[in-house]
């Protein structure tokens, strides 16, 4: 890990440089003004006028510098903007220039690639124009800049939800056992016996919220389980979930359970999900290699895998996602290949090709794990979507985490018409979300005006039991004012 003495005199931005700095490390340990690192990274600034300029400078281990200028401005968000930029841009120069590399995201990073578009076509610009500015302004690679083309140009089929129509979002925090690259909350569901008092509070919480959908006038247009994952309860508390939650699932355009752990499926779960109207569940192998599950702590087997996917046809879904994982640990780019070869057997109508990352609150963390060759990723990520183009699928939506391998992207595949609405109205934060449950997060949003507030539900499991009323009272607090 490289560590590197940042000198700079905003301490304020000090954060979105140290990102600009992974981009092209990865991991680095970063001082703010202390000397002593590997590399010394100084940042100048100054004014002529109604121009800023800056420069970054690079000695030790590498060496470099780079100077850009940007004018001044009067409205003080807009200043603010425009300064951060030119200091990460400056920065991403010079790191481009010491490392010789050229990042496919180039300098983007904490915005969703995709808004970058649409804000460009609410200018009025055409797409293919948006996406040459955003091609030249942020330095990404042609490839990228086609693939956020190809998406926007899928979700523009996906009518955009109105302003009256909202997401159900519920969430179960329960896993059998720990994934060493998660990063949620989830607890173990170890002997069970938090699943019951937590489905009970839960039901309250479905049903107020239900209650607020009703007094707002609000349409259900998309319901999810997601988690953890929600087959970790039991056919009978499945079943109370689902049916609570029923007059909205009844009404939704699209129903989502995830039910991504093999070892959690069986007949009586798949035939509750089924019978409560399920359009779309998810089954995530991750890898077809026993050995990677296991160095990765999903204690189920591919064979596990085979039969959920065949028991899940066989008892009528028309719709499985499949969630696949590039870089895992001890994993080369043929192993990913033949997961790649035997998920075509599988035959998911939609597929999600994430890039391994370490997160801080991963196992993986802990163990002081390294990210995997970029490169190598890269060239797994190329073949998962030339594999789901060969399957007739398309991409549909794109996020980007911190801490990714080859500071690349999670993308979601779908053949036509298999595109999950609940996934884009969450990455695009065009439509509001209810949500119940552990570390549940509510949104209200008018994308008109580019509007969101959040009231997030309290994600320790039994805080959450204990105070449930009260997380009923933040949603109630979400649309307590009219919005014109
Ligand atoms: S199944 Fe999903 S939520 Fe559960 S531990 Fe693994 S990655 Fe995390």
Same mark, same amino acid.
């Given at each position: 890990?490289?560590?590197?003495?940042?000198?700079?005199?905003?301490?304020?931005?000090?954060?979105?440089?140290?990102?600009?700095?992974?981009?092209?490390?990865?991991?680095?340990?970063?001082?703010?003004?202390?000397?002593?690192?590997?590399?010394?990274?100084?940042?100048?600034?100054?004014?002529?006028?109604?121009?800023?300029?800056?420069?970054?400078?690079?000695?030790?281990?590498?060496?470099?510098?780079?100077?850009?200028?940007?004018?001044?401005?009067?409205?003080?968000?807009?200043?603010?903007?425009?300064?951060?930029?030119?200091?990460?841009?400056?920065?991403?120069?010079?790191?481009?220039?010491?490392?010789?590399?050229?990042?496919?995201?180039?300098?983007?990073?904490?915005?969703?690639?995709? #808004?970058?578009?649409?804000?460009?076509? =609410? *200018?009025?610009? @055409? /797409? $293919?124009?948006?996406?040459?500015?955003?091609?030249?302004?942020?330095?990404?690679?042609?490839?990228?800049?086609?693939?956020?083309?190809?998406?926007?140009?899928?979700?523009?089929?996906?009518?955009?939800?109105?302003?009256?129509?909202?997401?159900l979002?519920v969430?179960i925090?329960?896993?059998?056992?720990?994934?060493?690259?998660?990063?949620?909350?989830?607890?173990?569901?170890?002997?069970?016996?938090?699943?019951?008092?937590y489905v009970e509070a839960l039901e309250k919480e479905i049903a107020a919220t239900l209650q607020?959908?009703?007094?707002?006038?609000?349409?259900?247009?998309?319901f999810?389980m997601?988690?953890?994952?929600?087959?970790?309860l039991?056919?009978?508390l499945l079943d109370q979930v689902l049916s609570a939650a029923q007059p909205f699932i009844d009404?939704? #355009?699209?129903?989502?359970?995830?039910? =991504? *752990?093999?070892? @959690? /499926? $069986?007949?009586?779960?798949?035939?509750?999900?089924?019978?409560h109207?399920?359009?779309?569940?998810?089954?995530?192998?991750?890898?077809?290699?026993?050995?990677?599950?296991?160095?990765?702590?999903?204690?189920?087997?591919?064979?596990?895998?085979?039969?959920?996917?065949?028991?899940?046809?066989?008892?009528?879904?028309?719709?499985?996602?499949?969630?696949?994982?590039?870089?895992?640990?001890?994993?080369?780019?043929?192993?990913?290949?033949?997961?790649?070869?035997?998920?075509?057997?599988?035959?998911?109508?939609?597929?999600?090709?994430?890039?391994?990352?370490?997160?801080?609150?991963?196992?993986?963390?802990?163990?002081?794990?390294?990210?995997?060759?970029?490169?190598?990723?890269?060239?797994?990520?190329?073949?998962?979507?030339?594999?789901?183009?060969? #399957?007739?699928?398309?991409?549909?939506?794109?996020?980007?985490?911190?801490?990714?391998?080859?500071?690349?992207?999670?993308?979601?595949?779908?053949?036509?018409?298999?595109?999950?609405?609940?996934?884009?109205?969450?990455?695009?934060?065009?439509?509001?979300?209810?949500?119940a449950g552990?570390?549940?997060?509510?949104?209200?949003?008018?994308?008109?005006?580019?509007?969101?507030?959040?009231?997030?539900?309290?994600?320790?499991?039994?805080?959450?039991?204990?105070?449930?009323?009260?997380?009923?009272?933040?949603?109630?607090?979400?649309?307590?004012?009219?919005?014109?």
């Open positions: 890990m490289i560590i590197v003495s940042l000198f700079t005199p905003t301490l304020q931005f000090s954060n979105d440089l140290a990102d600009v700095m992974r981009i092209f490390w990865g991991n680095i340990g970063l001082r703010v003004n202390e000397s002593g690192g590997d590399v010394t990274v100084t940042h100048r600034e100054w004014t002529e006028g109604s121009i800023r300029f800056c420069t970054m400078t690079a000695e030790g281990m590498y060496t470099g510098r780079a100077e850009r200028s940007s004018p001044l401005s009067e409205d003080s968000l807009l200043e603010k903007r425009y300064h951060k930029r030119l200091i990460k841009q400056t920065l991403y120069d010079v790191m481009k220039q010491i490392t010789g590399r050229t990042p496919p995201w180039g300098s983007l990073t904490g915005i969703r690639p995709t #808004r970058l578009l649409y804000e460009g076509m =609410g *200018r009025g610009l @055409t /797409i $293919d124009q948006a996406m040459a500015e955003t091609q030249s302004r942020f330095d990404v690679r042609q490839d990228k800049a086609e693939l956020l083309r190809q998406i926007v140009t899928v979700q523009q089929e996906i009518a955009a939800p109105k302003m009256d129509e909202v997401d979002y969430g925090p329960f896993c059998v056992s720990r994934c060493a690259y998660c990063s949620f909350l989830s607890g173990e569901v170890g002997k069970g016996k938090q699943l019951p008092p607020l959908i009703q007094e707002k006038g609000l349409k259900p247009r998309a999810y997601g988690g953890g994952t929600p087959t970790s039991s056919a009978k009404q939704a #355009r699209e129903v989502t359970i995830e039910a =991504g *752990r093999p070892d @959690t /499926i $069986d007949e009586d779960k798949l035939l509750v999900i089924r019978d109207g399920a359009t779309r569940i998810s089954v995530n192998p991750q890898t077809m290699h026993d050995e990677t599950l296991d160095r990765i702590g999903r204690r189920h087997t591919t064979a596990q895998t085979e039969a959920a996917y065949a028991l899940a046809r066989k008892i009528g879904f028309h719709h499985i996602n499949m969630d696949l994982i590039a870089g895992l640990p001890g994993e080369n780019i043929h192993m990913f290949l033949r997961t790649l070869a035997w998920s075509r057997e599988m035959a998911p109508e939609s597929l999600t090709v994430h890039t391994l990352s370490i997160k801080r609150s991963s196992l993986l963390h802990l163990w002081e794990a390294q990210l995997p060759d970029g490169q190598m990723v890269e060239t797994m990520v190329e073949a998962g979507r030339q594999e789901a183009a060969r #399957r007739g699928m398309r991409p549909y939506y794109l996020y980007r985490q911190k801490y990714m391998a080859g500071n690349l992207e999670n993308v979601g595949y779908a053949l036509p018409g298999h595109e999950c609405v609940y996934n884009i109205d969450m990455m695009e934060e065009t439509g509001h979300v209810l949500a552990a570390g549940a997060i509510s949104k209200r949003v008018d994308p008109r005006v580019g509007r969101i507030e959040r009231a997030p539900n309290v994600s320790e499991i039994s805080q959450y039991m204990d105070r449930v009323e009260e997380m009923i009272g933040r949603k109630r607090g979400l649309w307590q004012d009219a919005w014109n």
